[in-house]
């Protein structure tokens, strides 16, 4: 054990040259008479459980006399100190940023300097999160207390190959930062490469958490897919650590990152795992159509309204018989537009008026619209339509870029005709075989082609039906039960 100090007096004029005197009320030093001894305290009001704390410092005020031969020996008092979680400081940065993190310092008039961990951080208890409910299943979920997080899954694989790595990033938010994996399963290419790029991080805090720390790990810039996917259930995420991935755990955020992944991984839900594998199938194929009619139908539609010459007589009832005086491809981009900003506008509304602005948008405005020529009825039909099958993505980043995505292909088509069509949906496809994030093809199976990987993507399997590890994962061990 080091000696950090020369004595309680040079404590705490260390601690008011971090804090000031009196500049900020929640950095408290305080000095107490523990078995007779002074000590002097550290700890941020707010950080700690102050009633453990209480109780403690209660349970340790009587005298020691029988012992006074051994108050100079640090040792000797931290074996006595009744409480589990303590740990011994070598170095004044690294007491700095443990009270800075919530745990309580100790400090014995020998200068020999510990700390208890009495960590009571604010925030709420697991719940459902409202982005991945399902009708079967655990309803507990993420939250923002990483201890929470990682106790959350261990609870799930109680074994000794789980995995937690703490690490801590930028300069003056220090963020909390834990990389789960399972030894053995999970690549170290991989993971030397999550390390890396942790160590490398230059930025003073990661306010925005997770989504900060994802475009620092992977340079993601202005490209609008998603390259890890969040999960804020503990269940997807001890079945995606048994399958050889990494999760990132960020302090303060109820997300959790899961890398590698692909274009399918953003697909899944866990929903299709709590069914029978024919019903899980059955939904899993229903997704991935409504994923694709997301993104294709409204321009498809566009196609063929604007070059009706080309139906077929059975197919002529596509198309507006009155586009009326706005252009048609005008009404898509307002109306497509309109509803991601009712989107918005529901987010930001109070609970209670939430369903009364939908009534008003839907309702009234769509009526009027359509009544006073702005708007025809099929362009309301396949924008609401549309919009339904976005909203059965799974996951809300790739929802997002699905819009995006919808809207060029649109332009084009608008601009170009057929040709355009075709050609977004080519430039649309090279660009997503092109995307490599970590060296994972973001379009594997289908590119490059696995086909036994391609039945596991659309077909749920019985679970007694093992399967190796995902090839993408690189993992050094595939069959999970060696």
């Given at each position: 054990?080091?000696?950090?100090?020369?004595?309680l007096?040079?404590?705490?004029?260390?601690?008011?040259?971090?804090f000031?005197?009196?500049?900020?009320?929640?950095?408290?030093?305080?000095?107490?008479?523990?078995?007779?001894?002074?000590?002097?305290?550290?700890?941020?009001?707010?950080?700690?459980?102050?009633?453990?704390?209480?109780?403690?410092?209660?349970?340790?005020?009587?005298?020691f006399?029988?012992?006074?031969?051994?108050?100079?020996?640090?040792?000797?008092?931290?074996?006595?100190?009744?409480?589990?979680?303590?740990?011994?400081v070598?170095?004044?940065?690294?007491?700095?940023?443990?009270?800075?993190?919530?745990?309580?310092?100790?400090?014995?008039?020998?200068?020999?300097?510990?700390?208890?961990?009495?960590?009571?951080?604010?925030?709420?208890?697991?719940?459902?999160?409202?982005?991945?409910?399902?009708?079967?299943?655990s309803?507990?979920?993420f939250?923002?207390?990483?201890?929470?997080?990682?106790?959350l899954?261990?609870?799930?694989?109680?074994?000794?190959d789980?995995?937690?790595e703490m690490?801590?990033?930028?300069?003056?938010?220090?963020?909390?930062?834990?990389?789960?994996?399972?030894?053995?399963?999970?690549?170290?290419?991989?993971?030397?490469?999550?390390?890396?790029?942790?160590?490398?991080?230059?930025?003073?805090?990661?306010?925005?958490?997770?989504?900060?720390?994802?475009?620092?790990?992977?340079?993601?810039?202005?490209?609008?897919?998603?390259?890890?996917?969040?999960?804020?259930?503990?269940?997807?995420?001890?079945?995606?650590?048994?399958?050889?991935?990494?999760?990132?755990?960020?302090?303060?955020?109820?997300?959790?990152?899961?890398?590698?992944?692909t274009i399918?991984d953003?697909?899944?839900?866990?929903?299709?795992?709590?069914?029978?594998?024919?019903?899980?199938?059955?939904?899993?194929?229903?997704?991935?159509?409504?994923?694709?009619?997301?993104?294709?139908?409204?321009?498809?539609?566009y196609?063929?309204?604007?070059?009706?010459q080309?139906?077929?007589?059975?197919?002529?009832?596509?198309?507006?018989?009155?586009?009326?005086?706005?252009?048609?491809?005008?009404?898509?981009?307002?109306?497509?537009?309109?509803?991601?900003?009712?989107?918005?506008?529901?987010?930001?509304?109070?609970s209670?008026?939430?369903?009364?602005?939908?009534?008003?948008a839907?309702?009234?405005?769509?009526?009027?619209?359509?009544?006073?020529?702005?708007?025809?009825?099929?362009?309301?039909?396949?924008?609401?339509v549309?919009?339904?099958?976005?909203?059965?993505?799974?996951?809300?980043?790739?929802?997002?870029?699905?819009?995006?995505?919808?809207?060029?292909?649109?332009?084009?088509?608008?601009?170009?005709?057929?040709?355009?069509?075709?050609?977004?949906?080519?430039?649309?496809?090279?660009?997503?075989a092109?995307?490599?994030?970590?060296?994972?093809?973001?379009?594997?199976?289908?590119?490059?082609?696995?086909?036994?990987?391609?039945?596991?993507?659309?077909?749920?399997?019985?679970?007694?039906?093992?399967?190796?590890?995902?090839?993408?994962?690189?993992?050094?061990?595939?069959?999970?039960?060696?």
């Amino acid at each position: 054990m080091a000696k950090l100090f020369t004595s309680l007096k040079d404590g705490e004029e260390w601690f008011q040259s971090k804090f000031g005197i009196g500049e900020t009320f929640d950095a408290t030093a305080k000095t107490v008479h523990l078995w007779g001894m002074p000590v002097l305290m550290f700890y941020i009001n707010g950080l700690i459980d102050g009633q453990t704390l209480t109780t403690l410092l209660a349970e340790m005020q009587e005298g020691f006399e029988k012992h006074d031969e051994h108050k100079d020996d640090p040792d000797w008092f931290l074996n006595y100190f009744p409480y589990y979680a303590l740990e011994d400081v070598d170095e004044k940065d690294k007491l700095l940023t443990m009270i800075l993190s919530g745990l309580v310092g100790f400090v014995l008039p020998n200068g020999f300097v510990f700390v208890a961990d009495l960590r009571s951080s604010p925030g709420r208890q697991p719940e459902e999160p409202d982005t991945e409910k399902v009708i079967r299943g655990s309803r507990d979920g993420f939250t923002e207390n990483i201890i929470i997080n990682t106790a959350l899954v261990r609870r799930r694989l109680k074994t000794e190959d789980l995995r937690f790595e703490m690490h801590q990033t930028t300069v003056n938010g220090k963020t909390d930062v834990a990389i789960a994996y399972m030894k053995g399963a999970a690549s170290e290419e991989h993971l030397s490469y999550i390390r890396k790029r942790l160590d490398d991080i230059k930025h003073d805090g990661l306010t925005m958490t997770d989504k900060s720390l994802e475009e620092f790990l992977f340079k993601q810039r202005f490209h609008p897919m998603p390259f890890v996917r969040y999960t804020e259930r503990p269940d997807i995420c001890a079945a995606s650590l048994l399958e050889g991935r990494i999760a990132i755990i960020v302090d303060t955020s109820p997300s959790v990152i899961l890398v590698p992944v692909t274009i399918f991984d953003h697909l899944q839900h866990a929903e299709e795992y709590r069914q029978a594998p024919f019903i899980g199938t059955f939904v899993r194929w229903i997704r991935l159509m409504g994923a694709a009619f997301s993104l294709f139908i409204l321009p498809f539609w566009y196609l063929l309204a604007t070059y009706q010459q080309y139906l077929p007589i059975s197919l002529s009832y596509i198309g507006p018989n009155d586009p009326g005086s706005v252009p048609l491809l005008v009404q898509l981009l307002i109306a497509d537009i309109g509803i991601e900003i009712l989107r918005m506008a529901a987010i930001h509304t109070p609970s209670p008026l939430t369903t009364a602005m939908g009534l008003v948008a839907a309702i009234v405005i769509g009526q009027v619209a359509i009544e006073v020529g702005l708007f025809t009825g099929e362009v309301i039909l396949y924008v609401a339509v549309s919009a339904i099958f976005t909203f059965a993505i799974p996951s809300y980043e790739l929802s997002i870029t699905t819009k995006i995505f919808r809207i060029f292909i649109l332009i084009l088509t608008g601009i170009l005709g057929p040709a355009g069509f075709f050609l977004g949906v080519v430039l649309l496809f090279y660009y997503l075989a092109s995307l490599r994030p970590m060296g994972t093809p973001y379009l594997w199976p289908t590119v490059p082609f696995f086909p036994e990987a391609m039945k596991r993507v659309l077909i749920r399997y019985p679970m007694t039906m093992d399967a190796p590890r995902p090839f993408i994962t690189d993992s050094p061990k595939r069959d999970r039960l060696s």
